[in-house]
């Protein structure tokens, strides 16, 4: 097994926020996780990545006892588990290359980072990274000059400098309009299937886990509800994991395009019945 997450459990107080989660994944897969929000899909990342301290279980990668790593092991490890997040988490007022340089932290010394001095290797590196996720032209702007679709680009391209095994992806486009959407889940699945990297998102819409992921994992109150394939997770099963009424659509849980011009054109009969 690449990944085995073996009875992991998460308390926060009174309140078991992942309960008892177990799946394991044989080969670098693209793996997307599902659920309503408070489902525990945030806190079940920030635990493989190690932000979080697990309650209880296990998590094995590729031979590592990820759980009970400590000290420099942890540090690397974190390195090759690079994490992308809704809001990109880049330095604003900076430039796009020095935020990707960023990514390649833990590899410098405190001071050669404070005083931005980086390796000729590595700003190459950089701008190669840049160039193939078709944002090099916006390297020396700075990172708040640039559109959301292009900014979690610049976050992805920071995760790549960690040359990372993994890549977990926390609602990596829930902030872009649809357009920016599948450019940065393009983006990913191209990583994916190029590299060979595993990657790992919580999705909030089931059109996006259907169309990019191999493997979708349901989540609901910490538990898991759901794990097969895009072609298992019908509107019964997806209705099982949202815990939806009568009024669940797909079109609620959907960023495409089209589901959003369904939903305009709802609107528009409401407006029309009114
Ligand atoms: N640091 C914390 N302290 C206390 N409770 C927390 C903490 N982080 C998360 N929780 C709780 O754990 C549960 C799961 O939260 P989590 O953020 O993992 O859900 P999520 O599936 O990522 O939701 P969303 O889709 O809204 O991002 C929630 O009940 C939340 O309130
Ligand atoms: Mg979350």
New binding site residues.
Partial sequence: MLLSVENVT?V??R?T??DNVAFSVDKPAFVGII????????????MVNRL?DATAGAIHFDGRDVLSLKGAEKRAWQSDCAMIFQQFNLVPRMDVVSNVLHGTLNRHSALATMFNLYPTSDIHRAIDILERLGIAEQAAKRAEALSGGQQQRVAIARALMQDPKIILA??PIASLDPMNAQVVMDALRRIHEEDGRMVVA?L?TLDTARRYCDRVIG?RE?RIVFDGTPEQLTTGVARDIYGADASFSEASTSTSIDALDANARAMMEEVEVL
């Avoid at 659920?35 to 920030?46: D, E, V």
Wanted: charge should be positive.
């Fill in positions: 998460k926060f107080g309140n926020a992942v659920g309503r929000s408070g489902a525990g899909k945030s806190t079940f990342l920030r979080t926390d609602e919580n909030h989540m910490g």
